[in-house]
């Protein structure tokens, strides 16, 4: 957690100028939902790594919300397991242990697995097809990131991705339960050393996979998907072991 703190001061300017540009979002019904909602897209975005303190003035100020909604917003947070409050300390991005990761690779088999199984095979009705376009352009938003070498930016495009192949179930509460379990993730992220190495070849199997959705083809690209899924969670695992016998 002291090497998460340390690192506050290098993000912290550039994050509060990105946050008094989301207090327009609030519009004036500024509750602490939408402020939660805010740092979590924040979290998914990569912008939020995990160990740091969130300043409580800071980004109050910048949002324009009292303290006592920062508060809840928070609260709310913490029991989505993204943020930790330490007595006397105050409020940290969570570190994500490798039982976590685990877990939050259980959870996304069983959702990502049966959104797509759940599609049948084509012709697909309008929803669907909507659906399976906003994957796709996850995708071209990944390949395009990987073109200009903007790692941060690819991440968030993977994110994006597995979030519309949630979508495809039409369940706004799986949506709503995916989208804290896909910010989690995004902290799993930051102990890949070399980014590009690791969403690189992820990339190209995205594109398989939306080109089997295209065809109609629910079965392969489930099948694609389990495959995905499993190695990733494999390659996640083995990072985190070495860095725990690095100490």
């Known amino acids: 957690m002291a090497g998460g703190v340390a690192k506050n001061d290098q993000w912290r300017l550039a994050e509060v100028s990105g946050l008094e540009r989301d207090r327009a979002l609030l519009g004036r019904s500024s509750t602490a939902e939408r402020v939660a909602d805010i740092l979590r897209d924040r979290i998914t975005e990569g912008y939020f790594p995990p160990g740091a303190r969130l300043s409580e003035e800071?980004?109050?100020?910048?949002?324009?919300?009292?303290?006592?909604?920062?508060?809840?917003?928070?609260?709310?947070?913490?029991?989505?397991?993204l943020?930790?409050?330490?007595?006397?300390?105050?409020?940290f991005v969570r570190v994500v242990t490798v039982e976590d990761l685990d877990d939050i690779y259980r959870v996304r088999t069983l959702v990502e697995c049966a959104a797509v199984r759940g599609l049948g095979e084509g012709p697909y009705d309008a929803r669907t097809t909507e659906g399976i376009a906003a994957i796709e352009a996850a995708v071209r938003a990944g390949?395009?990131?990987?073109?200009?070498?903007?790692?941060?930016?690819?991440?968030?495009?993977?994110?994006?991705?597995?979030q519309g192949i949630v979508a495809l179930a039409g369940s706004p509460r799986t949506d709503e339960l995916m989208r804290g379990v896909l910010a989690e993730l995004r902290l799993?992220?930051?102990?890949?050393?070399?980014?590009?190495?690791?969403?690189?070849?992820?990339?190209?199997?995205?594109?398989?996979?939306?080109?089997?959705?295209?065809?109609?083809?629910?079965?392969?690209?489930?099948?694609?998907?389990?495959s995905y899924l499993e190695d990733s969670r494999s390659q996640l695992s083995g990072a985190y072991a070495q860095r725990i016998a690095e100490g």
Do not use: C, K
């Open 83 to 91: 943020l930790v409050h330490e007595l006397n300390r105050g409020v």
């Open 188 to 226: 799993v992220f930051h102990v890949m050393a070399d980014p590009r190495r690791f969403h690189a070849p992820y990339l190209t199997r995205n594109r398989q996979i939306v080109e089997a959705l295209q065809a109609g083809d629910a079965a392969e690209a489930e099948q694609l998907l389990l």
């Open 58 to 81: 800071s980004i109050g100020g910048a949002l324009g919300v009292s303290r006592n909604t920062l508060r809840e917003a928070f609260r709310l947070l913490t029991h989505e397991r």
């Open 143 to 162: 390949e395009a990131a990987s073109g200009d070498r903007e790692w941060q930016d690819l991440s968030t495009a993977n994110i994006r991705f597995h």
